[in-house]
């Protein structure tokens, strides 16, 4: 089996190490990765601040970048989300405009074939016991657009369930939003702050070393405010853990 990796603009840029993570994760499942270098943004940033036709040329390329893979994995919810709900909305509005199929046509090509790391890995490859070795205690964090858009349930808890050595426990309130919402930090600051300012205060109080998540933008506003607290907590998306071995830890 091969797999194309959509590694998302945020992980390219700031967290290169759970692209790679992903990578060594699936490979020691057997499953060959392909990275096709004309992948860019899907497109998200842009339709969340309302720029519904500036988004349509980015999914079209999306949708060229991937042609002929039949399975497209992403550690990333929130981009999943955004290929497999809004595409095809999307698509159909430029169809009932009268531009012609070609968006809505990209977005049906695509957006079956696009699985978000957790479902890829319980539902397709059908494990939950990775192999991996993770020694800490770890508190998990279900971002909105997996918990809500996606439907993940409990695939990222399974498979850190499984995980040698990992001490999980339950984080209070964790189906609250973390605040931050891509654009929605950046119009609603103090409102933003205020709610990751009480997720970061209940996964404080599990007593975990690691906040857990598998979307890395909601870990880069939890981890900032972890900082700013002086916390000791560390955030970490959920690939880097599955990808850590006995043999091979994490960095």
């Not at 970048?65 to 999307?90: D, K, L, N, Q």
């Not at 858009?149 to 999980?168: H, M, Q, S």
């Amino acid at each position: 089996m091969r797999a194309a990796l959509f590694v998302t603009c945020v992980n390219d840029a700031l967290y290169p190490r759970t692209g790679i993570a992903v990578v060594r994760l699936l490979e020691r499942l057997g499953v060959g990765v392909d990275f096709p270098a004309a992948q860019s943004c899907c497109g998200q940033p842009q339709y969340n601040t309302g720029y519904r036709y500036e988004t349509e040329p980015l999914m079209r390329r999306t949708a060229r970048a991937f042609a002929g893979h039949e399975y497209v994995v992403t550690p990333s919810g929130s981009c999943a989300a955004m290929i497999r709900e809004h595409y095809p909305r999307i698509g159909r509005k430029a169809a009932a405009e009268g531009r012609g199929s070609e968006t809505a046509d990209a977005a049906a090509a695509l957006a079956p074939r696009v699985y978000e790391l957790t479902e890829f890995l319980v539902d397709v490859l059908g494990v939950t016991d990775v192999g991996a070795y993770f020694p800490h205690t770890v508190t998990y964090h279900p971002s909105c657009h997996g918990l809500r858009g996606l439907g993940l349930g409990d695939r990222p808890r399974r498979l850190l369930a499984a995980v040698k050595g990992l001490d999980l426990v339950e984080l209070p309130g964790a189906e609250e939003c973390c605040g931050f919402g891509g654009t929605f930090a950046v119009k609603n600051p103090d409102v933003s702050t205020a709610m990751g300012t009480d997720k970061i205060t209940a996964a404080a109080g599990t007593g975990a070393q690691v906040l857990c998540g598998a979307d890395n933008s909601c870990l880069a506003h939890l981890d900032g405010l972890l900082r700013r607290a002086d916390s000791p907590m560390r955030a970490l998306h959920l690939a880097e853990i599955l990808a850590a071995t006995e043999e091979e830890p994490l960095p």
